[in-house]
């Protein structure tokens, strides 16, 4: 096709991941051959057509009869209603929890009555007080789940809600049922349970999905709003930055971000640009120099002419990366809802057959759906809903404790399957601050670290941190790009480039490539080196990752040599430098093509389109706010054995969640005859779902214990990694 356009749309009532496939197929069969593409995620859906005859208004009216209500994105509104979705659940979880525990006394009344002979007029009157708070209590708290399970089945599919709304309804309706003919058994408290605990796991993963949407919000917030245009005659003119075009001049005051791609007209200045190369060392641009959108202007004034405004600017591209890799990464099928995809219908089936069988054999329309509802209580999807949730609480505790915050709670499960392992080297490989190193006395530091707090150079900052609390001198001039001097005590002290300062660069025994700084205070100098240092266990953990058979590349925005200089000190073979955002999304890809599941570790804004389009991703504590919302996993600490650790712990947790689900599907080979045969009352099936669900999570906490000595084993490796460096 071509002329191809899109549109976006904020899609409301997306709850499961069967409503992407749902959703892109009801845009798929509209006329026009649009495609469309949810991210589950943010509950984005972009659409994209290429038959002018298409109305985008199309979309939202396919989708309304299903259940969904589209409206044209807008990230205000949507954090709105998505702050309104969680409040919603909030609410029910709280009115379900509130009934189930007052239904549960009542019952825990009838239980020890029946024990000591209780009468039954006493028993009938405990149980219409249970279908008194049941019943409503039900319909508001199972909102959620029947407005899912009634939109699957508008869509013509089954989704994990259509058993537990069938389920619940039916335990419920029977309840009055047996209530109203003064029977022994009610079951209002089993349903209300289900409910509190299924909406539970609602409200978590809501929370883990407003953390996803923050992304788009940190990107707001390195977007220059207003520029400074320098019209024909000269004059300055405030613009709105979305009224740039290409050829415009601007003027960029010290301390302003750019607002558009362009290249430098004149002036000379130092540039922060790390959401380009990730390196936190400002850069020298003069004229002709590439400067990006949402670059810091250190020192100088310049003047820019455009090259790509709005849509162009390599912001944007950040922004599609970050979209297009969080759309694909949403599509990712947990290994619960594989599970669910076969587990609907054969529930279902098993129902119906039950109660067909019992009919045939000449029992009566009550006692067939006793059997039949026994076969869904006691098949109710509780123990497969728990059997991943429950692991994923009790690990994501332990890494908590451990220094590993989760973002997301799918990130065990990728975490388990990686096997490739992608670093990026400023502030992930070396410490985010990189070291002062030369010869100068304490004399000398403290009163250049005193001086450099009048500058606005971003190495004389690093200095600065050494001045301990002291004030800045007083009449201290600056000249961008270059230096500072002022007066002390009657002699002139200057700070900055070597140059600028009268020291010669040749003798200073510096290695290439180091940034270097000069301090002249009469006769005296001193010259400042800035080294990117290693994380103190940076070699033994990736020598332990190695042996653990991860293939190891590192990435980064930095120079070549100096990628080239940590790769070596780490043992890497593969590796590259100067590369864009694009460039690492683009590796990403390629070893995804060819079967690798990629753990990217990364800290820039520039990284994170490529820790969204990992396979699995974390960041360091000290990542810029971006890369950490784009992380699926945030670690603590200025080492990096919490990387080692927490692979550990995904392959662990993952064989417990196999194992849980294995325990769930054999306790459900060995109910279901038992129920269908007629042996099991509904009450003792929802005793045996409990039991069930009881083990499920009993086999979850040994995790626990084994994660705390996975934690020893790594620290263990690390130790006698670094006895064998040593010697």
């Known amino acids: 096709m071509t002329g191809l356009r899109e549109a ?97 006394l009542l019952s825990v009344s ?50 994990m809600d259509v058993p537990i709304s069938v389920g619940v309804t039916l335990a419920l309706g029977l309840s009055v049922a047996e209530t109203a003919r003064g029977a022994e058994h009610a079951y209002f408290d089993g349903a209300l349970m289900l409910l509190f605990f299924l909406l539970l796991g609602r409200v978590l993963d809501a929370a883990m999905r407003a953390k996803t949407r923050s992304v788009a919000a940190n990107l707001a917030s390195l977007r220059a709003t207003q520029a400074t245009r320098i019209r024909a ?36 200045s130092v540039i922060d640009d790390s959401l380009v190369t990730g390196e936190t060392r400002g850069r020298a641009v003069g004229p002709g120099a590439l400067v990006y959108a949402g670059a810091i202007n250190l020192s100088g004034a310049l003047e820019i002419e455009v090259e790509a405004a709005g849509a162009g600017t390599l912001l944007d591209e950040i922004e599609r990366l970050l979209e297009n890799a969080t759309a694909a990464k949403s599509r990712y099928v947990k290994l619960a809802d594989r599970v669910a995809r076969y587990y609907g219908p054969v529930v279902h089936v098993a129902a119906l057959l039950s109660a067909l069988g019992w009919l045939a054999a000449g029992a009566s329309w009550h006692d067939a759906l006793v059997v039949a509802i026994s076969v869904l209580i006691i098949t109710c999807p ?54 002062l190193v030369g010869e100068f006395s304490d004399e000398l530091l403290g009163v250049a670290a005193r001086l450099a707090l009048s500058s606005h150079h971003p190495l004389a900052r690093v200095l600065s941190r050494r001045a301990q609390g002291q004030a800045p001198f007083a009449q201290v001039e600056e000249t961008p790009s270059r230096g500072v001097r002022a007066m002390i005590e009657g002699v002139e002290a200057r700070l900055g480039a070597l140059d600028y300062c009268g020291v010669g660069g040749a003798e200073n025994g510096f290695d290439e490539g180091l940034s270097r700084f000069a301090f002249r205070w009469g006769e005296r100098t001193a010259v400042f080196g800035l080294r990117q240092a290693l994380r103190g266990d940076a070699v033994e953990t990736v020598a332990e990752l190695r042996r653990r058979g991860y293939a190891i590349e590192i990435l980064s925005g930095d120079g070549g040599p100096a990628v080239a200089e940590v790769a070596h000190a780490l043992g890497v073979s593969k590796f590259a430098g100067d590369l864009k955002p694009a460039d690492k999304v683009a590796r990403l890809r390629a070893l995804a093509t060819r079967g690798a599941k990629t753990l990217m570790v990364g800290d820039g804004i520039n990284d994170a389109p490529a820790l969204a389009a990992a396979h699995v991703s974390m960041s360091p504590a000290s990542a810029a706010d971006l890369a950490q919302n784009a992380a699926d996993a945030v670690f603590l600490g200025e080492g990096l054995a919490a990387v080692a650790q927490a692979l550990l712990a995904g392959r662990r947790a993952r064989a417990a969640m196999r194992q849980n689900l294995l325990i769930a599907a054999g306790y459900n080979v060995l109910a279901l005859p038992l129920a269908a045969s007629g042996h099991l009352t509904p009450i003792l099936a929802a005793a045996a779902m409990s039991g069930s669900s009881l083990l499920v999570t009993l086999n979850a906490l040994r995790v626990r214990g ?18 064998e460096t040593a010697a």
């Not at 415009?248 to 430098?264: I, N, S």
């Not at 123990?383 to 590993?404: E, I, M, N, W, Y």
């Open 8 to 104: 976006d749309f904020a899609v409301q009532g997306v709850t499961c991941a069967a409503c992407i496939g749902i959703i892109e197929r009801a845009v798929a069969a509209l006329p026009g051959a649009p495609s469309g593409r949810l991210n589950y995620a943010t509950r984005r859906l972009r659409v994209r057509w290429g038959d002018e005859a298409f109305d985008p208004a199309e979309v939202a009216r396919a989708l309304a009869p299903l259940g969904y209500r589209a409206r044209p994105f807008a990230l205000g509104t949507l954090e709105r209603e998505d702050a309104e979705q969680r409040q919603f659940l909030l609410r029910c979880l709280a009115v379900a929890g509130f009934a189930a525990m007052n239904v549960m």
């Open 110 to 159: 009838i239980w020890a009555g029946a024990a000591s002979g209780i009468d039954d007029a006493t028993r009938d009157m405990f149980h219409w007080i249970s279908a008194l708070i049941a019943l409503p209590a039900a319909l508001y708290a199972g909102r959620p789940f029947f407005f899912s399970a009634a939109r699957a089945l508008r869509a013509r599919s089954l989704n």
């Open 233 to 268: 005659d000269g004059a300055l003119q405030d613009t709105p930055a979305s009224a740039l075009q290409p050829g415009d001049r601007l003027f960029v005051r010290p301390g302003e971000r750019l607002a558009a791609d362009g290249r430098v007209a004149s002036g000379q």
């Open 382 to 435: 509780c123990a497969v809903a728990l059997a991943v949730p429950a692991v994923q609480v009790v690990v994501a505790g332990r890494l908590f404790r451990d220094g590993v915050l989760l973002n997301r709670g799918d990130a065990i499960e990728r975490l388990a399957e990686a096997d490739t392992i992608v670093f990026d080297k400023t502030g992930t490989l070396t410490l985010p601050e990189p070291a």
């Open 706 to 723: 084994r994660a705390a000595g996975a934690k020893a084993g790594v620290e263990a490796a690390a130790g006698f990694t670094a006895l």
